[in-house]
């Protein structure tokens, strides 16, 4: 799935929803956090469940545990109907959106590795 702007923007809204958000993160891009992390951190930046919108913006409403976010025209969307990002899709999302590469497999040297001569 390809996001427009403003659905990144929705999505930016919803994972940052606590001072310091940007910092952690930021700190999972340097560390290539595995998904159950960013799992874990979806956790805590959207709790319980929240939204927000505004003028030119798109709604965009999120669930914890496990993570869902619903984005769109509407104020009213969580949990009544299909949300837009869930599961892989979403940590696909969350991965693309801060630049958190994908942890390469145990055993396996990524690809910036170097070979000590």
């Known amino acids: ?14 994972c940052c929803c606590y001072a310091g958000s940007s910092e952690r993160w930021a700190a ?3 560390s ?34 496990p993570p869902r976010v619903w984005i769109g025209d509407s104020a009213i969307m969580g949990g009544h109907s299909k949300p837009l990002l869930a599961g892989v899709e979403l940590i696909h999302q969350v991965r693309l959106l801060f630049g958190i590469h994908q942890p390469a497999p145990e055993g396996q040297l990524s690809l910036f590795d170097q070979l000590a001569p």
């Open 28 to 30: 999972l891009a340097a």
């Open 32 to 65: 290539d956090a595995s998904d159950a992390q960013i799992i874990e951190l979806m956790n805590y930046e959207m709790g319980l469940g929240g939204g927000s919108g505004g003028p030119d913006w798109l709604w965009a409403y999120s669930l914890g545990n």
């Open 1 to 14: 799935m390809r996001l427009t702007d403003k659905q990144r923007h929705a999505l930016r809204r919803a």
